[in-house]
C-alpha cells in the first residue's frame, strides 16, 4: 500500500475532535461590567480603573495540599470574587453561550457545558503564576475558561502543558472590539508568564458538565499519533517503498468548507479539527512540516448528450466521457500557530493527493456543460474547492519548495542569499549549504525553454537567478546554470549584466567557454543579445582576463549572422522564434565589440554587413549606426568604423547629387499594386497633368479597398470622405508628398554629411 492510502486509513479512525487545550477570539459586544467598591468599568481597562480595581482586590493565593496559601514567589496577582463582580447586558449571554460551545467542541466535549464565573484576576506589570494545576472547584468541573477583556498590555502569556506538549497562548484580542479566549482541561499543568507593561484583566470560569456520568476527558489517540508518527518518519527517512509510492509532500483533504478567511487550525471543525491535532502531534514527532491551504482543482474534457426533454438543454441531461485536462494548485496557507506562511501557489502533483482518488466521488462545487457546436462535441468544465492538510518531511522542505516553481523557489532562494549574506557566516556554513541544496533543485527542475518567447520582463528570471546565485558566490551552480540553461536557449539581453558578474566568479578559461557557448546557441535568434553581451565583456574585462578571451565567442557570432544564407541558415520552420530584425544598435554593439576583442573579425564583419545591403540597409541599420560610433572617441577612428563611415559619405552623396525639383502640373507616380476597374481609373488620374481631384462614388468596401491602395503604395493623394448621398464619396486630391519626403531626406543628408567629415 503507497503512503497515499496508508495516511488516510490511519486517520479514518481519528473522527472525535477536541484537545487539551483550546482559544480562540470572538466578536465581543462590550458587556457592562460592574465591580463592587468600584463601580462600572470602562473596557478597554483604564489605568486609572486598573489602580481602583487593585485597591479593591485581594492578594491572589494558591493551593498546596489542603492548604490554601499567599506567595508572591509563586503566584502575583489580584483576585476578585465572583460574588462582587456583575457582567450585564443584551448580549453578553449569548456570548458567553458561544464560547462555551466553541471550548467545548475543542475540547471534544459532546455533553453541555456550563461557564461559571469563578473569578475576576487584575495582572499588574510583574504579575505572573508560576506552573500548577487547578482543583476541582464544584462538583462536575473538569475544564477552566479564561476570557480575556480588552486591555492594553504586554507579556502574561498563558502556557499549558499535558502529556509532552505545549501551547502558548497570547490572549490578546486582535483589536478592542474582540476578545481571546482560552479553556484547558482542570488536570493540565499551566503558567501565567509575568506581565511586563499595562495590566491584563481576565475573567476565570469553571466550566461544568450537566447532568451526570464520567467527567470528559480529552480525546486520547496516542496510539494512531505514534503509528502516523512512524509511517511519516520512514517515508522522511526514505524508507518507504518506491519514489512513486513516497511523494515530496502529501495533501489530505478536510470535510468541511472554510473560506480564505477563516482558514486555520483554531478554526477547523469535527472530524477535521480531530485529524489535524493528531498530524500536528505525530509531524512534530516525525520531522515533518505540516500547513493547512485551500486546494483548487479545475478540470475540463469532453462529455456527450444524454437525452432530452422541454426545449432547453439541462446540465442533468449530458454525461461525462473523458476528463481531458486537470490542474491543481495550493493557495492560502496557515501555520499550526495561526500565522500566515509566504508559500504562495503550490502545484499539486498526481501522486500527492491522499488518497488519490479522493474527488472521484466527491460533488463539484460548480459544474458546467457546453452543447456541440460546429465539429466540436459537447464539453464540461468543473472545479473542486476544499481546505486540505499538507505536509512534508523536513529534510525534503528544499526539494518541495523547487516543485512548486520558480514564482515560489527564487524568492525563497532569494531570502536564504539575503540571510546567509547578512550573516557573515562561511561558505561551509548550514544556512549557505541550504541555499546551494535548493538552487541544485531548482536547477533540476527548471522548466524547458524553447516553447514560448520570452516578453521582455526586466530582470528576467534567469537574471535573478544568476544575480541571486552571484550573491552567494555559488561557482558550481553557476557554472551548471550557465552550461545547461543560458547555452540551452533560456537566455536573452536583460541577462547580459547579471550573467557577467556571475561568470566573474569562474575560472577565466572556463567563463570564455561557457560565454562561446551561450553565444553560439542564441546568436541565430538573438543576435542583438549576443552583441551586447560581447561588448560589455570587452569594454571591462575582469583583471587578469583580457578581451582577447572572447575571439571564440565573437567568431561564433559572426559566423551566424545574417546575410548569406548559407552562413546563418533560418530557423526550422516549425520553430516558435523567429530572427528578430536588425537594429543599429546590433551594428554598435558588434563593431565596438570586435574591435576591443580583434582587429582581424572586426574587418571581416564589417565585410560581411557592406556585402549585404538587403539585410543591413544603409539608410535604416549602417547609418544610425556610425552616427553612434563616430560620437565616440573609443571607436571614431577605428578601421572597421572609417570603412563603415566611408560607405554611408559616398551614399549620401550620390543620392544628394540628384536632381531635386517640386513637380511641374499635376501628374503623380502611379506605381499601383492592383489592376482592378477602380485602381485602373486611380492610376490614370494620377498619371493625368491637368487634374487636381478625383471623386469615387461606390460602395464602402471600395471605398475602403481604393484607400488601402493608396495608403499601401505611398500615393501623393489626400482623402477624404464625403458623406452626402448614397453610396458615399472618396474625394482624392493630389498633393506634392513625394517631393516634401525627398526635400526632407536632402536636408537629412546634407546634415549627415557635414557630421560625417
Known sequence: MSIARELP??????????????????????????????????????????????????????????????????????????????????SWARTLRSIAERVAEGLGVTTAVTAQLYKLLVYDEGSFFIEHRDTEKVPGMFATLVVALPSIHTGGELVVRHKGREVRLDLHGPDPSMAAFAAFYADCVHEVLPVTSGC????????????????????????????????????????????????????????????????????????????????????????????????????SGSAEYSGYSGRSWRDDEFEIVEVCSSSAVLSDWRSPDGTAAELGIFPVEDGDLCPPDMFEDMEPDKQEFQEATGNEGASFERSYRRAALVLWPKARRLEVISQAGLPVSLPWLASLARCWRDSGAPTDSPLWKEAHELAGHMLDAWPEYGEWPRHGEAPSTAARMLATLAQLKDAARIDAFLADISAAGDYGMSDNESLLAAASLLAPRRAAVLIERIVRANAAKDPGACADLLARGAAAPPPGRPARDLVAAARALLDALPGHPARAPQPPANAWWRRQEISSDLIVDLVTALERIDATLAEQAVDHLLAWPKTYGLDAVILPAVRHLTSQAATRDTPGVQRLRAACVQHLRARTAEPLEPPTNWARAARLNCRCAHCTELAGFLRNPDEPSWILKAAEAVRAHVTSIVRHCRCDLDLVTQRRGSPYSLVCTKNQASYERREKQRREDLQDLERLR
Open 9 to 90: 486509513s490511519l486517520l479514518s479512525t481519528v473522527r472525535t475532535p477536541g484537545d487539551f487545550c483550546t482559544a480562540g477570539t470572538i466578536e465581543l459586544a462590550l458587556p457592562l461590567l460592574t465591580v463592587q467598591g468600584v463601580g462600572a468599568v470602562a473596557l478597554p481597562l483604564l489605568p486609572q480603573q486598573a489602580e481602583q480595581l487593585i485597591a479593591v482586590a485581594d492578594r491572589a493565593p494558591y493551593g498546596r495540599g489542603a492548604q490554601t496559601i499567599v506567595d508572591t514567589s509563586v503566584r502575583r496577582t489580584w483576585q476578585i470574587g465572583a460574588e462582587r463582580v456583575r457582567l450585564e447586558g443584551a
Open 200 to 299: 491584563r484583566l481576565v475573567l476565570v470560569y469553571n466550566l461544568v458538565r450537566e447532568g451526570r456520568g464520567r467527567l470528559p476527558q480529552p480525546p486520547d489517540y496516542e496510539a494512531e499519533t505514534q503509528s502516523i508518527a512512524a509511517l511519516l518518519a520512514a517515508w522522511g527517512a526514505g524508507e518507504w517503498g518506491p519514489d512513486d509510492e513516497a511523494p515530496a509532500k502529501l495533501v489530505y483533504p478536510l470535510e468541511h468548507a472554510y473560506t480564505p478567511a477563516e482558514l486555520s487550525f483554531q478554526a477547523l471543525k469535527g472530524a477535521d479539527a480531530a485529524a489535524a491535532a493528531v498530524l500536528t502531534a505525530a509531524a512534530q514527532r516525525s520531522g515533518c512540516e505540516l500547513h493547512v491551504a485551500l486546494l483548487t482543482i479545475e478540470e
